[in-house]
């Protein structure tokens, strides 16, 4: 089934590829049927009868994901399906409020249910996280930033939850920016030489480069990088850190064991970022369910 031109465009917007999102959504569809029927809906629910379908949250959080919820709906149910939405991905929600409306044929709403809560769950899950890192530093001028530590095959939309929730993205692939890590630095032997191995090959590619010490931030910073991860610092050393780094230029983001408690006192040392790889490799999903309201066979 294609999708409407009104949820690719809505896609689009969100800067999520709609083929890509399509291909996700077969593959979990198709892992959930596994080649079969749903047996419970096809033996329960008389295949004429029509009914709507209302997303609404249990719990309060931020949703995000909601064209991909309607990729799913559209994808079992084809052009029959008719999609509304009364809260928007980036709304803050409280437990009752509806958050997606389907109305079409009882079967392939219930077929749907599972693949479409999983998606959107998590990614309002992702949202609901950053917005709290978000709003534990406002007004510090630091930013709060995901990691590549996302789920297989989820990058581009776990990333795009983040953003929902008010949070910035790193790197999106290996390619798009270079990250000399520990491991780099043992085998280039030394901050200085990985970061101009970086530099000759790809002179065009934004460099930053991770730093367990002070020491290292001032090579760093000698050595000319453009961003540099400050790994497991203290507070005292973040701040010294800053000192070294501001003066030319160059930002600077924490990483490594953040707290949500700890964030205030972590972006007043003066970092730009901190970067939080709990955002997409360990949180709670939002939780939302389906509540059905049926009619009668053929009728909405």
Same mark, same amino acid.
């Given at each position: 089934m294609s999708l409407s031109t009104t949820t690719m465009a809505a896609l689009r917007a969100a800067g999520l590829d709609p083929g890509a999102v399509q291909t996700l959504v077969l593959a979990a569809i198709d892992e959930d049927l596994a080649g079969g029927v749903d047996a419970?809906?096809?033996?329960?629910?008389?295949?004429?009868?029509?009914?709507?379908?209302?997303?609404?949250?249990?719990?309060?959080?931020v949703v995000a994901g909601l064209p991909v919820a309607a990729a799913v709906f559209e994808t079992v149910l084809g052009s029959d399906v008719r999609l509304t939405?009364?809260?928007?991905?980036?709304?803050?929600?409280?437990?009752?409020?509806?958050?997606?409306?389907?109305?079409? #044929?009882?079967? +392939?709403?219930?077929?749907?249910?599972?693949?479409? @809560?999983? $998606?959107?769950?998590?990614? =309002?899950?992702? &949202? *609901?996280?950053?917005?709290?890192?978000?709003?534990a530093i406002a007004g510090t001028g630091a930013a709060i930033r995901d990691t590549r530590k996302t789920m297989p095959g989820l990058r581009s939309l776990e990333?795009?939850?983040?953003?929902?929730?008010?949070?910035?993205?790193?790197?999106?692939?290996?390619?798009?920016?270079?990250?000399?890590?520990?491991?780099?630095?043992?085998?280039?032997?030394?901050?200085?030489?990985a970061f101009a191995?970086?530099?000759?090959?790809?002179?065009?590619?934004?460099?930053?480069?991770?730093?367990?010490?002070?020491?290292?931030?001032?090579?760093?910073?000698?050595?000319?990088?453009d961003?540099?991860?400050?790994?497991?610092?203290?507070?005292?050393?973040?701040?010294?850190?800053?000192?070294?780094? #501001?003066?030319? +230029?160059?930002?600077?983001?924490?990483?490594?064991? @953040?707290? $949500?408690g700890q964030a205030r =006192?972590?972006? &007043? *040392?003066?970092v730009d970022y901190l970067s939080v790889g709990a955002l997409t490799h360990s949180v709670p999903a939002l939780d939302l369910g389906l509540d059905l309201s049926s009619g009668s066979p053929g009728t909405p």
């Open positions: 419970t809906t096809t033996a329960t629910v008389p295949s004429a009868l029509q009914g709507r379908a209302a997303v609404v949250a249990r719990a309060p959080g939405f009364p809260a928007a991905d980036g709304d803050r929600v409280t437990p009752g409020t509806a958050v997606l409306q389907a109305d079409g #044929r009882v079967r +392939g709403l219930l077929t749907a249910e599972r693949t479409a @809560l999983n $998606l959107l769950c998590h990614l =309002s899950g992702v &949202a *609901t996280l950053t917005r709290a890192w978000v709003d990333k795009y939850a983040v953003r929902q929730g008010g949070g910035e993205n790193h790197r999106m692939s290996l390619s798009d920016a270079a990250l000399v890590k520990d491991n780099h630095v043992v085998a280039a032997g030394g901050v200085a030489a191995a970086v530099r000759d090959m790809f002179p065009d590619l934004p460099v930053e480069v991770e730093c367990d010490t002070v020491e290292q931030v001032k090579e760093a910073v000698v050595a000319g990088a961003l540099i991860l400050c790994d497991n610092m203290t507070n005292p050393d973040l701040r010294a850190s800053v000192a070294i780094a #501001r003066p030319a +230029g160059v930002r600077l983001e924490a990483s490594g064991g @953040l707290t $949500l =006192s972590v972006a &007043a *040392t003066g």
